[in-house]
Each structure stands twice: as structure tokens, then as C-alpha cells.
């Protein structure tokens, strides 16, 4: 993690700042080369002209101003952008920024992403064919680790992303062992999907081959991950995530309230912003400083609030970390994993193609 002492403080006010927004993820293209079954940002048809550089940038101005910490640049695949090194550049120097890629760009754009804190590489399993048929592309696995193995030499920030889903949740905690032995850290989503056709953009449809239906094992993966999280570094999930998590499949109690447009928003290629990709744009991603604390920009807090149409863990993460006291928690866990990313690559074991 690039952490200048200027990057530290201006965090640190943010975070101290009541009413700030904590996490922004700007979806910068649904341009993408695959066709992945957890995800239906590539199915969309919603492929109007993207927000240029200097506009990014004036969003990515706005954010800061309105308290924004750590940015996700995704997609799509945003290193397709042939803009991406600025922008992530730009992005770099205010926020604690992640980009994700499936592993088909990153060495190609490896100059890039030497600007992020931290690079994601979406893989889904250990199985070479398993991920390959999740991924939707042959080939898939090889350049995902090929990519993983390349950064990591490169002391770049990499971890891996993968989506638990029925097909893959019996091997997950030999994954997340597998990768974090070798100094690589693990951030996780749970397969969820849409019921609603009114959205910013569709993530995912229903898939019943994806659906969890073991929830009993899926709880025990909570109570294990939440094990491996006091036993090594790099298991990139806390435990109140967890906890939600467990309870919500073990019961279907839901112990959250949607903090959408409080501690995250959602900014779609044209830099239209939602509280969640569920719902319809609501302001330019520039107009965010002057509308934040208005009458109806209140009225829509509430209104999310009240929702209970999805379970995707980014949007559960930033509503259980709630607040100042949320920013903390969430800044204080990223600096307990700062010494795995900041220690050195080349010392970490290597990976196999």
C-alpha cells in the first residue's frame, strides 16, 4: 500500500468526518472479454458512450470532497480503458484504491497498476477446468495465476477474489490456505442475484447451479474463515461480515439495515451515481457535494434502508461497519494486513502456472 503521510491524514480526516460517505465503486466500463456465470454486467445492453478522463476525474474530486476513503475501480474490466494508468494514477494520490481484473490484462497493464494499493484478480477455484467453466473462457485459471505469480514478483499489491457459490464452497478453505500461505491475500463475494428488473445494471441472475443450497456448510465456512482470521494475515473479511453472514443463511434473519448512500454508492460508466446498482441513477457523481445532505437525498437513505433485495457482501460489509466507528474498524483491519502486502514479493513463495 502507497501510504503517504499526505494520503494518511487526508484519510484519517475523512474517517473523523461524521456523515461521510466510506466506499464508492465505480463500475468505469461493462465492457468485458468474459463471460463469467456469476455476473451479468457483460449481458447488459446498456453500452452507452463512457465518461471521459477529465470527467473521471472530476468525480473522482467529488468523492474526496464528500469524504470517500477507499475507491473500487471494476467493470466490466477496467483495464480495458485505454485511460486506466491515469485514472488510476489520479485515483491513487486521494483514496485507498482497488482495481479489479480477471487476470487476462494485468500484465499487459502491469505499468498501470503500479499506481493501485491493491490489485484483484477475480479466480473462483484451485480446479482448472472448475474455474474455467465459472469464468466462462478456456484458459481462464492459467492467465489468472500466471498474473497472480507476475504481479507478486513485481511487488505489486495482488489478492485474489474469487465468488463462493455452491460449485466452489466445500473448497474454500484449502483456497484461501493455498493462497494466503504463500502471502497472497483473499477477499471474498458470495453468489447473490437480482430479482428486480429496475437496477443501474444487472450483476447477476438467478443460476441454480450457483445458488447456495448447502447452508449448513456455507455457516461452517463463516465459523472457519473467522478461525484462519486469528491464525494468519491475509483472509481479507471481518468477522462482523461473517457473522451476518452466518446468521442470515443459518436463519435467513437479516441483522443489518442497507447503508446505501450513507457508507457506499455505486457510479455507473456514464458517472451517474446509485445508493446500489439496484436502483435507477439518482445524480451525477459532480453533483454529490451540494446534494449529499439535502431533503431528498434523505428521503432515498430511507427508502434503501427499508430494502432487503440482496445479500452482496460489499454492500453488507459497509452497512455493518457503520459510522466513524465503522471507518475505524475497517482502516484499523487494512493495516493489519498492510505487512503482508508491503513485505517483500519476491521472498513469497512462487506460484505454478
Known amino acids: 500500500m502507497r501510504l503517504s503521510s499526505q494520503k494518511a491524514l487526508s484519510l484519517v480526516r475523512r474517517i473523523l468526518t461524521p ?14 472479454n468474459y463471460r463469467c456465470r456469476s455476473c451479468g454486467v ?63 490484462m494485468a500484465l499487459e497493464k502491469i505499468n498501470a497498476l503500479r499506481n493501485a494499493d491493491f490489485v484483484a484478480i477475480s479466480l473462483d477455484s484451485l480446479n482448472a477446468d472448475r474455474n474455467d467453466y465459472m469464468r466462462g473462457v478456456k484458459g481462464a485459471y492459467k492467465k489468472a495465476m500466471t498474473a497472480i505469480e507476475g504481479l507478486q514478483d513485481e511487488g505489486i499489491s495482488v489478492g485474489v477474489a474469487p465468488t463462493i457459490s455452491q460449485l466452489n464452497l466445500n473448497e474454500m478453505t484449502d483456497f484461501t490456505r493455498y493462497f494466503t500461505d504463500k502471502g497472497i491475500p483473499v477477499w471474498y463475494a458470495v453468489y447473490s442475484h437480482d ?12 443460476n441454480d447451479e450457483l445458488e447456495i443450497t448447502d447452508k449448513q456448510a456455507m455457516a461452517r465456512l463463516c465459523d472457519v474463515l473467522m478461525k484462519m482470521k486469528r491464525e494468519r494475515n491475509g483472509v481479507f473479511i471481518t468477522d462482523k461480515t461473517l457473522k451476518a453472514l452466518r446468521k442470515l443463511f443459518l436463519t435467513g434473519e437479516r441483522t443489518w ?3 446505501a448512500l450513507q457508507n457506499f454508492l455505486m457510479v455507473n460508466p456514464q458517472g451517474q451515481v446509485s445508493g446500489c446498482h439496484l436502483y435507477e441513477p439518482i445524480a451525477k457523481v459532480t453533483e454529490l457535494p451540494e446534494l449529499w445532505n439535502s431533503p431528498r437525498f434523505s428521503a432515498l437513505r430511507a427508502e434503501y434502508s427499508a430494502c432487503e433485495k440482496c445479500s452482496y457482501v460489499c454492500y453488507l460489509f459497509y452497512s455493518v461497519h457503520n459510522g466513524v466507528h465503522g471507518g475505524l474498524e475497517i482502516l484499523q483491519d487494512q493495516f493489519k494486513n498492510a505487512r503482508l502486502l508491503t513485505s517483500s514479493a519476491r521472498e513469497a513463495k512462487r506460484i505454478p502456472a
Open 195 to 206: 430479482d428486480t428488473d429496475s437496477q443501474l445494471f444487472g450483476i447477476g441472475k438467478k
Open 257 to 259: 439495515k442497507c447503508r
Open 19 to 32: 456523515n461521510s460517505s466510506l466506499h464508492a465503486q465505480w463500475f468505469l466500463t461493462n465492457r468485458c
Open 42 to 104: 457483460w449481458r447488459s445492453k446498456k453500452q452507452q458512450n463512457e465518461v471521459s478522463t477529465d470527467e473521471v476525474k472530476a468525480g473522482l474530486n467529488a468523492l474526496a470532497k464528500l469524504g470517500v476513503i477507499d475507491v473500487v475501480l471494476s467493470g466490466g474490466d477496467p483495464l480495458l480503458r485505454d485511460d486506466i494508468d491515469e485514472i488510476l494514477r489520479y485515483a491513487s494520490r486521494r483514496f485507498i484504491t482497488t482495481i479489479y481484473d480477471n487476470g487476462s
